[in-house]
């Protein structure tokens, strides 16, 4: 399959643009797209695919130096900072991918086909999902062994993959209940599979994803809580992939969505396993900064006296 980017709002959903800045990035959509909401972006320029491509080429050597075989990935799309995200939508990365070394599985919707599906995306491609090509973040989070022995297992596994993907997209998806799903949420249900193995060997998706999400409850797992308030929950009806019947009646009065997103991944998989460590790269004009551990680099890519900055060369 080949990346299309994320789209971008129409006019006619300038009403909502708000309200799309909490949403999960869209991965990417076929070009063709042919119903609001969908339009493809602008194709980036050969300036800006260069960069992008360099800096993948880092991402990569930073993981295989690593020695790991798998990750929790996530990258910065759009700009979430009204709402305190730097990132936006989360996947596994492979080394072993059946793709090409380290492509991404994950979760995207596709809009001429109005059905989720999951998609093995390279990392050049995969970084390319972003609305500014001139700065960007990645996230890695590198597991202890077992954990991440039993996660590569779960993610390579087509079966299992395919039956916790939900049939219903929504952007906003409440993260216990299995009315529908995003793409972040895919992956915090493939986790508990893979580290609470909940009726693996169930057929029906609906049981699969009830069961992991009993598990993740039951594990403390605490999706990211993004506070709109009325106008926002407002707004939010105007985008077709935005649901609100699936979310706690309070948390709907209160203007609240509680949804997966890659912060709340990336602390579950570190309370899972403590030594997990993580490694964060950003770029900006023709730095790139590298930071190992959990504190986040400094907005703007702004290096500090720890972190590593290499030339984007």
């Known amino acids: 399959m080949r990346s299309r980017g994320i ?9 909502a643009a708000l309200a799309w800045l909490v949403l999960c990035a869209l991965l990417p959509v076929p070009a063709a797209a042919s119903w609001a909401f969908c339009d493809a972006k602008a194709a980036p320029s050969a300036a800006d695919k260069d960069r992008l491509l360099r800096f993948a080429a880092i991402v990569k050597g930073e993981l295989e130096r690593s020695g790991a075989h798998v990750a929790l990935v ?3 799309g759009l700009d979430l900072s009204r709402v305190a995200q730097r990132y936006s939508h989360a996947g596994i990365a492979l080394r072993a991918s059946p793709e090409t070394p380290w492509a991404v599985r994950q979760l995207y919707y596709a809009c001429d086909e109005q059905v989720p599906r999951l998609y093995d995306q390279g990392m050049s491609a995969f970084l390319m999902g972003t609305d500014d090509a001139r700065i960007g973040y990645i996230s890695l989070v590198l597991l202890p062994e077992a954990p991440a022995a039993a996660l590569e297992r779960a993610a390579l596994d087509n079966r299992l993959a395919l039956r916790l993907l939900g049939a219903e997209y929504s952007a906003n998806a409440y993260a216990f209940s299995p009315r529908y799903q995003n793409c972040n949420q895919w992956v915090a249900e493939l986790l508990a599979a893979a580290w609470g193995e909940p009726d693996r060997g169930a057929d029906d998706t609906r049981a ?3 069961a992991a999400q009993r598990w993740l409850h039951a594990q403390g797992y605490e999706p990211t809580r993004l506070e709109l308030g009325w106008w926002l929950m ?5 985008v077709p992939w935005v649901h609100s019947d699936d979310h706690p009646a309070e948390d709907v ?3 609240v969505f509680r949804v997966s997103m890659p912060t709340s991944l990336e602390a579950f998989a570190r309370r899972q396993a403590p030594a997990a460590a993580r490694v964060e790269l950003c770029h900006a004009g023709e730095r790139v900064v590298i930071r190992r551990g959990w504190t986040p680099i400094a907005d703007g890519c702004q290096p500090e006296a720890d972190d590593e900055v290499v030339p984007l060369p």
């Open 208 to 210: 699969a994803r009830s």
């Open 253 to 255: 009065l209160g203007g």
């Open 7 to 15: 789209s971008a709002p129409t006019r006619r959903a300038r009403v």
């Open 234 to 238: 407002r707004a939010a009806t105007f």
């Open 74 to 76: 996530a990258r910065s």
